[in-house]
């Protein structure tokens, strides 16, 4: 290594190098996580788009008791006919209506089929009220027998944000689940929710609010992330090598200015004119003897 690039050994830049080069991995590895959450993203819009398009079927062809919807089966419109449980009714906390920051309560009723199985129906958001401790008031279900058509989801699980509480006021829950509903019910229920859509008949009276479709348009700024930490991936070497070269021209210059002769004028002369040795510069006459030293005097 030339002794001009010596200081690229210090404790300085030898941790200064470390960091750059930790840096640079790491930052392209969130790159990559940041553009397979676009490919998600990218995916899941499709996957919703063409289930919301197909046809209604029956819900039993898409979950069994204990087996939720899986892959293309999720968001697919479903059908079931049957009569709403209103005693295992419960609401779900802070939830809001779509696009909505306000806090509410999705209703969450369990509807009854001919085999003696269940399956629960989201019928909908309503707003908090006043003391959360107590179970709101909530539109009643329509009676008797009633045909629902709505979007199959999967059973809510707490790597979604929310997470499970205890001690909550009665028949109030964090999450859907529809293992817990069947112990509970002690009745087979099957997998996942359906998120109502239409009934038939039409319930008159005040119902639950709709819950709207699930966005399927927006792809976020996930893959504008994943450009912009590759970026920083590929300047840092640029910075590491801008600031090398800084401080290269900065020890050149203090290098510079230590090495010259205290006191030299201009040219490397010493003040009497002489050359830096002492020596009388080429083509420039001696200068005459002084009396001062002894030069012989004539005679009076």
Partial sequence: MSSSY?????????ILTLVALLLIPVMVRLGFWQFHRHEERVARNELIAASLAADPVP???????????????RYRPVTATGTYDTRHEKVVRQRTPGD??????????????????AVLVNRGWIPAGGDLTKFPDVPPAPSGKVTVTG????????????????????????????????????????????????????PSGEQPRPLPEPDHDSIGAHLAYAFQWWLFAAGVPVGWVVLVRRELRERLAEGGRDGAAPGAGAGGSSPDGNGPDGRVPAGRPSPAPSAAKGTDRPAD
């Fill in 151 to 202: 979007r199959l989801m999967q059973d809510e699980t707490e790597s979604g944000g929310v997470k499970e509480k205890r001690g909550l006021p009665p028949r109030q829950v964090m999450l859907i689940d529809s293992g817990r509903a069947a112990r509970e019910m002690d009745r087979p229920v099957l997998g996942g929710y359906i998120a109502l859509a239409e009934t038939s008949p039409e």
């Fill in 59 to 73: 819900v039993r062809e898409l979950a069994t008791p204990g087996r939720g919807p899986e892959g293309d089966a």
């Fill in 6 to 14: 010596r200081f690229l050994l210090s404790r300085q830049w030898v």
């Fill in 100 to 117: 909505s920051k306000e806090i509410g309560y999705h209703v969450l009723t369990p509807l009854l089929l001919a085999d003696g199985s």
